[in-house]
């Protein structure tokens, strides 16, 4: 089992920074392909970005390119996604998740992990 809790939200104005960690305990972090999601109200969870668990890859959603910054330090079981240039449109729930069937592959889409944090709330106000 793996348990994931992420913090670092808050509200933030547009072209804030926040960051934001996700720490992990329980089977072998280092082996895990490690995503985030976001989800705003009534929306649906949509792809952030994702690093493969030897973080030789990572991978952005277009609309955070350039911004956004996901790293992993697995000595200390966390990931973190460094949020640049905030705007109004980027408020929404995150969420890391963990994807341990392919850990070296990047994949987008939400369905394919099987562990997730409880969220943080990312609040950017214009």
């Known amino acids: 089992q793996v348990q994931l809790v992420e913090s670092g939200g808050g509200l933030v104005q547009a072209g804030g920074s926040l960051r934001l960690s996700c720490a992990a305990s329980g089977r072998i972090f280092s082996r895990y392909a490690m995503g985030w999601f976001r989800q705003a109200p009534g929306k649906e969870r949509e792809f952030v970005a994702v690093t493969s668990w030897s973080s030789v890859t990572t991978y952005y959603a277009d609309s955070v390119k350039g911004r956004f910054t996901m790293s992993r330090d697995n000595a200390k079981n966390t990931v973190y996604l460094q949020m640049n240039n905030l705007k109004p449109e980027d408020t929404a729930v995150y969420y890391c998740?963990?994807?341990?069937?392919?850990?070296?592959?990047?994949?987008?889409?939400?369905?394919?992990?099987?562990?997730w944090g409880q969220g943080t709330q990312v609040t950017v106000s214009s």
């Open positions: 998740a963990a994807q341990t069937v392919k850990p070296n592959s990047i994949v987008v889409v939400a369905s394919a992990y099987d562990y």
